[in-house]
Structure formats: structure tokens, C-alpha cells
């Protein structure tokens, strides 16, 4: 079975999860720093796309002490898995989240990845080959499934969410929307590429929960109509 997809963001007033340059901007305080860490603390695996890699180096690791105790006492290792799709195997070895912190980590690449960058990927990750030309969601969600992934958190980016959102396999979105306006016609979102055409193809999302913290906002939704096989 693949696993639950549970997509975090965090956004400006006008929708932005970053500048037109691709720059990080810090849009939450601490409060809601520490809920994402226990979302993440409660999660089997994390998963980024490469343009955030590239971007930000994020290590994806559990910061809490005591979120990682809590991991240790459930039998599990301190940090979920690290999952990274990246169709070109452009990841450097040197990533963070390839050599920050203890436990598993997937590069999901597809068929046109360097057959020499994957082996050298092998010897600290373990590789997804599927799709042709760019990483194929479904097959990648299958064979986390397979590994005993049952909880997948998503923290970006945009690029990413939108193709999962495309393929119907985002189940829950928290968008925490900060008190800050970034602006720019390039800028990222929360769901970017082609977006949907006919009204009737837009996904449709259920509120299920509006909370306020410290300057913004935390909305949490259920996406309607994913399925799982």
C-alpha cells in the first residue's frame, strides 16, 4: 500500500513559499518550527524535491531532543527517512540531507540519471530508478510502500507538491500562511508547473481545521478525493 502523504508548507499572505530567486524566507516563528518538527518526528519518511536540496541544503533531520527520544523508546531511529526525487541525479554527495544525522536515506531518479552518479549514490542511499524522463510518483510511492512507509511528509517544493497533487497522491496539506507579503510573478507556490485547465479537474479540499499562531495562520486541510490502491 503506499503510503499517506501529508504535504507541509509555509506560505506568505500572497501565497509565496519563497522569492522569485528561489531564496529561503523565513515566514513562522518558533512555535510553529517546533509543530513542524513533531510532524516530521511522527513520519516514517520526509521527502523534498531537488530544487529545494539545491536551494536551501536542508538536512531534514528531527531537532527535538525529546521528539527523538520518543522515536528511540517506539524502537525507530532518531531521524524518518530522507527521501529526494531528483530526475538528473543532480543531489551532491556532499548534501546535507545525504550526511547529517543517523538513518535511511532514497534518491528516487529517473532512467536518464548518469549511471555513474547513481553508483556512487548506492554507496550511501538507496536508489529508485523509475520513470523515463522524470521520476515516476506512483511507482516511487509503491516501492516506499514496500519498505514499510506508511506516513510521507512533503516539505516541498513547489515543483513536486504540484506533480503529487497531479497524481492524486496528497491525502493531507498543513499551509501555515505568515504575516508577510514576498510579491512576484515568478516567485514560487505552494503548487507550481502547468496547474489544471478545466474547473473540473481542480482538486477540491476540505477544511478541516484553522488554527492561529503567534502572527499567521495554520490551515489544515484533507484533500477530498485521493485514493489509494
Same mark, same amino acid.
Given at each position: 500500500m503506499r503510503p499517506h502523504i501529508v504535504v507541509n508548507v509555509a506560505m506568505s499572505a500572497d501565497g509565496k513559499i519563497s522569492t522569485r530567486e528561489r531564496r529561503q524566507v523565513r515566514i513562522s516563528g518558533t512555535r510553529d518550527f517546533t509543530r513542524v518538527d513533531r510532524l516530521k518526528a511522527g513520519s516514517d519518511a520526509v521527502m523534498v524535491g531537488i530544487g529545494t536540496v539545491? @536551494?536551501?541544503?536542508?538536512?531534514?533531520?528531527?531537532?527535538?531532543?525529546i521528539c527523538r527520544e520518543h522515536r528511540r523508546k517506539r524502537g525507530l531511529e532518531e531521524h524518518p527517512v530522507r527521501v529526494v526525487i531528483d530526475s538528473s541525479a543532480r543531489i551532491p554527495l556532499t548534501a546535507s540531507i545525504l550526511t547529517k544525522g543517523d538513518g535511511?536515506?532514497?534518491? @528516487?531518479?529517473?532512467?536518464?540519471?548518469?549511471?555513474d552518479k547513481i &553508483?556512487?549514490?548506492?554507496?550511501i542511499a538507496t536508489v529508485i530508478v523509475a520513470g523515463a524522463d522524470e521520476v515516476d510518483l506512483c511507482t516511487v510511492m509503491d516501492e516506499l510502500g514496500t519498505m514499510g512507509i506508511k506516513r510521507l511528509m512533503v516539505e516541498g517544493g513547489g515543483t513536486l507538491i &504540484? @506533480?503529487?497533487?497531479? @497524481?492524486?497522491?496528497?491525502?493531507? +496539506?498543513y499551509s501555515f500562511i505568515g504575516?508577510?507579503? +514576498?510579491?512576484?510573478?515568478? &516567485?514560487?507556490?505552494?503548487?507550481?508547473?502547468?496547474?489544471?485547465?478545466?474547473?473540473?479537474?481542480?482538486?477540491q479540499l476540505t477544511?478541516?481545521?484553522?488554527?492561529?499562531?503567534?502572527?499567521? +495562520?495554520?490551515?489544515?486541510w484533507n484533500v477530498t478525493h485521493a485514493t489509494k490502491p
Open positions: 539545491l @536551494a536551501d541544503d536542508p538536512s531534514l533531520t528531527v531537532k527535538d531532543e535511511k536515506r532514497v534518491v @528516487a531518479v529517473s532512467k536518464r540519471a548518469d549511471p &553508483a556512487q549514490l548506492k554507496k &504540484a @506533480a503529487l497533487v497531479l @497524481a492524486g497522491l496528497v491525502d493531507e +496539506i504575516n508577510i507579503i +514576498i510579491g512576484g510573478k515568478d &516567485a514560487p507556490t505552494l503548487a507550481d508547473g502547468n496547474g489544471f485547465v478545466k474547473e473540473s479537474e481542480f482538486t477544511l478541516v481545521e484553522a488554527r492561529k499562531i503567534e502572527d499567521g +495562520i495554520l490551515l489544515h
